[in-house]
């Protein structure tokens, strides 16, 4: 379907809630596990989208809106949370994530984007030339590439477990594709 | 790592919340919309959930406990909830699962498994033998393949409006596997 930007704020907003629900009360035998190697945790997810509310979605935004193509976008860096988490729970990282999703939302709602701005063009460091439409798609995209990714490390968990089970669970296909 | 019986149950504990948290609110054009041919909505997702609820889970686990392996399973209605869901609306079939899924934990955390219990057989009518304990890790990462597929229906809606971001998206590379 074609990006309408109230149903990519509708998507984006419900993100914090469904984090919420899905990992507030869990047990950390379930959270603080990944799927072997340096992969994610839960809460290592949550870590890292805490790190996109900070420096990547909305500044990227105002890059393109103040500099266009003239200026790349800063890299974003996917392995900050090791840092940037150190020392707080999981509830409490979920607590920051609702509120700089909603700051930025509240944000990105007053800048009355036009079609024509939603238009502008923005240089990334590696992919080149985008739009400011296609940023606001994958902001959104990029939510539902770490659920995806949550319930793929929340099953891995259960790969023996489930026995003959597993040929028919799509979950335990799922190899993670590039990032997550 | 192994199946806890606690932990199974936490997991499936937490899914009704999960789904009223991510679903309950978004428009239509996000729930009503699947990823083409005879693929899953979001609201086809919770009226298979409900299914399951109803005819899957719990019978399956009295079958074993009562039959062992002399009886084989039910086999399981991938499509029912197009005759079941009609004419309920979103909101409707998410409280019909939170109270399904509710009164089946219930059940299951009186029935006071025993790890003998645990290891009853039973028998699939595709896979063969299987164990309770099987069952109920299965029973926990469907609930995962389901929720990693609904954030795959999700983004796969905004597959072009990402644009060139789409090859960092791992949800878009996944390609749905079996069921989910």
Request: glycine share 8%; charged share 20%.
């Amino acid at each position: 379907m074609e990006q309408k930007l109230e149903l990519t704020i509708a998507l984006l907003a419900h993100t914090p809630a469904t984090l919420n629900a899905w990992l507030r009360d869990l047990p950390e035998a379930w959270t603080n596990v990944n799927e072997g190697g340096e992969t994610f945790s839960a809460y290592g997810v949550v870590g890292h989208l805490v790190h996109g509310e900070r420096t990547d979605w909305m500044p990227r935004v105002k890059t393109i809106l103040e500099y266009g193509e003239s200026r790349a976008f800063v890299p974003f860096d996917r392995f900050a949370q090791d840092r940037e988490s150190a020392g707080k729970s999981l509830p409490q990282l979920l607590d920051e994530f609702a509120e700089l999703r909603g700051q930025n939302l509240k944000e990105l709602n007053a800048l009355g984007l036009t079609e024509q701005k939603l238009n502008m063009l923005g240089r990334h460091p590696r992919l080149g030339t985008v739009t400011l439409a296609n940023l606001l798609a994958t902001w959104a995209a990029h939510d539902m590439t770490h659920l995806h990714q949550l319930a793929r490390i929340l099953a891995h968990q259960y790969r023996d477990a489930v026995g003959p089970w597993s040929v028919f669970l799509g979950v335990l296909q799922c190899n993670g594709h590039s990032a997550g």
